[in-house]
C-alpha cells in the first residue's frame, strides 16, 4: 500500500532532550515535507525537501533540523525541544512530475514537558 | 498564495449532496485551486484541484466559475464519514508550499 509512515504517533518527552520523529514514504516521492498543526494556527510548513540532500526552510522552521540522505526517508530533529514545539505534526511526500496533491503521514502528536 | 475565504461551518444531511464554497478574488492566472479535507486529527488528505475546468473525480466534483474567483466542492451523496473540515488552497501548481486557512467544518447528519 502507498503510503507515508511517521513514526512514532504519539510521544511525551522532557524539555531538551533530543528526539527524532521519522518519516519514511514507499511512492518514489521526490518532495517532501513536514508541517505542524496547532489550535488556532493551522498548519503551517516547517521544511521541506526537493530531493536527496536538497532540504530548505518552511515558514517556521526554528527549533527543527531535517535531513534527506535517502530518498524515501525524511527524519525531523528537535535538538532540545521545548514546551512550545508541542503540537501535532505532519510528514508528507508527492512526486515531482504532475502535482496531484500531497499524500500525508497519519501525524506524530508530541508532547514537550 | 491568494488568500481564501470559506464558511466556518456547514451542515448536511446524509445522501444528500454537499456544496462547500470558497472564495478566492485574488486568484492569479497561473494559480490552481486544490481541495483537501482532515478527518477528526488525521493527517489531511487531498481531494481535487483544478485550473478553470470543471473537475470530477471519484471522491468530488469540482467547479470553477468562468472569472475563477470562486469555486465549490461537491460531495454527491454525503456520507458520515464525510464530516471533516475541508480546506480550500489556491497556490501556483509544482509549488512546495500548501497553506492551509481554517477551512469549513462540515458535519454530516443521519
Known amino acids: 500500500e502507498a503510503q507515508v509512515t511517521q513514526n512514532p504517533r504519539y510521544l511525551i518527552t522532557v524539555t531538551g532532550k533530543k528526539l527524532t520523529v521519522t518519516c519514511s514514504q514507499n511512492?518514489?516521492?521526490?518532495?517532501m515535507s513536514w508541517y505542524r498543526q496547532d489550535p488556532g494556527l493551522g498548519l503551517r510548513q516547517i521544511y521541506y525537501?526537493?530531493?536527496?540532500?536538497?532540504?530548505d526552510k518552511g515558514d517556521v522552521p526554528e527549533g527543527y533540523k531535517v535531513s534527506r540522505k535517502e530518498k524515501r526517508n525524511f527524519p525531523l530533529i528537535l535538538e532540545s525541544p521545548s514546551p512550545n514545539q508541542t503540537s501535532l505534526y505532519f510528514c508528507?511526500?508527492?512526486?515531482?512530475?504532475?502535482?496531484?496533491?500531497?499524500?500525508f503521514g497519519s501525524g506524530t502528536r508530541l508532547t514537550v514537558v | 498564495d491568494a488568500k481564501t475565504t470559506q464558511p466556518p461551518s456547514m451542515d448536511c444531511a446524509e445522501g444528500r449532496a454537499a456544496n462547500l464554497p470558497c472564495n478566492h478574488s485574488?486568484?492569479?492566472?497561473?494559480?490552481?485551486v486544490y481541495w483537501y479535507r482532515q478527518i477528526h486529527s488525521q493527517g489531511p488528505q487531498y481531494i481535487i484541484h483544478?485550473?478553470?475546468n470543471n473537475e470530477t473525480n471519484e471522491m468530488a466534483s469540482l467547479i470553477i466559475t468562468e472569472d475563477r474567483k470562486s469555486s465549490t466542492l461537491i460531495l454527491p451523496h454525503a456520507t458520515l464519514r464525510d464530516t471533516a473540515v475541508y480546506y480550500c488552497?489556491?497556490?501556483?501548481?509544482?509549488?512546495?508550499?500548501?497553506?492551509f486557512g481554517t477551512g469549513t467544518r462540515l458535519l454530516v447528519s443521519p
Open positions: 525537501s526537493m530531493n536527496v540532500e536538497v532540504t
Open positions: 485574488t486568484i492569479s492566472g497561473n494559480e490552481y
Open positions: 511512492m518514489n516521492h521526490e518532495y
Open positions: 508528507a511526500s508527492r512526486p515531482q512530475g504532475q502535482d496531484y496533491g500531497y499524500t
Open positions: 483544478g485550473l478553470k
Open positions: 488552497i489556491v497556490r501556483l501548481t509544482g509549488f512546495q508550499k500548501l497553506v
